[in-house]
């Protein structure tokens, strides 16, 4: 069984991508992407995380000189459990790049990794302390998912990379050397998004080859509470899920 540390011994790194370029869907500006993003570090910074974290906001930089003058000015401000880090970067790999590097940078300095995207704001007090918990009930289990876990024609894997791993679980599931290799050989400047999928299920299905398992925590609700504005979510959507906690939002 896993040695369970006490919160005060527990530190996690909540990664957050983004990118003020245009993207797939017309809603996704970048005015929209900064003003949502300004509501999600508001949250960061009032909510109550139950283990010391540090938020690190990384833009994959696209020269978006007014947004990014925005973000930069919250860079080292102060939350209730930690602060607020702001790294730019080239656009290399889009969210996964920005995940794989923000490890390398950071694996000695963090024992928990909570992986997020630019639209998805977590509103539950203490889910950390509760994600990690779970997650280190189980040996088995590497990554405690926020989002729905996709079962359909895909691989196995956690809608958007979304939630939970340690450092020493992430690393069983790919090594220093593939981490690098796969942001250097495989991964490339402004992907399209056909590539930034195939990265999605990669990142989280590399568990599943590993011999762990994903799986969502078993309070809450993988389903985001404006689900009727993302089909994805819905399709997927079962009566059982319905008496569990909704727990994040996705976009306005």
Same mark, same amino acid.
């Given at each position: ?18 990118? *003020? ?12 992407? %900064?003003? *949502? ?7 960061? %910074? ?27 000015? #919250? ?16 656009? %290399?790999? /889009?969210?996964? /790049?920005? #995940? #794989?590097?923000? *490890?390398?940078? #950071? ?51 956690? /809608? ?18 593939? %981490? ?22 990669? *990142? ?49």
């Amino acid at each position: 069984m896993t040695q369970i540390l006490s919160n005060e011994n527990k530190k996690c790194a909540k990664i957050i991508c983004t990118y *003020f370029g245009r993207r797939r869907t017309e809603h996704n500006t970048p005015q929209n992407t %900064i003003e *949502f993003l300004k509501l999600m570090i508001e949250n960061e %910074i009032e909510i109550e995380n139950g283990v010391p974290t540090d938020v690190i906001i990384v833009n994959n930089n696209c020269n978006n000189v007014v947004n990014n003058e925005i973000l930069n000015l #919250y860079h080292n401000v102060q939350t209730k459990n930690g602060k607020i880090i702001v790294e730019n970067r080239e656009n %290399i790999g /889009g969210s996964f /790049g920005g #995940y #794989y590097n923000m *490890f390398l940078k #950071y694996k000695d300095e963090y024992n928990y990794w909570f992986f997020c995207e630019d639209d998805v704001l977590v509103y539950k007090n203490e889910y950390i302390k509760d994600f990690i918990n779970f997650l280190d009930s189980d040996d088995k289990l590497g990554f405690v998912s926020l989002a729905p876990i996709s079962k359909s024609y895909h691989p196995k894997h956690s /809608g958007g990379g979304c939630g939970l791993t340690s450092t020493k679980k992430f690393l069983q599931s790919k090594s220093l050397t593939d %981490i690098e290799d796969f942001l250097k050989i495989v991964m490339g400047l402004n992907d399209r998004y056909e590539r930034l999928e195939s990265y999605e299920i990669e *990142f989280t299905n590399k568990f599943i080859l590993a011999d762990m398992e994903i799986k969502n925590h078993p309070k809450y609700s993988p389903y985001c509470l404006n689900i009727d504005n993302h089909l994805g979510q819905k399709d997927n959507y079962t009566k059982n899920n319905k008496e569990l906690e909704i727990i994040y939002k996705v976009g306005f």
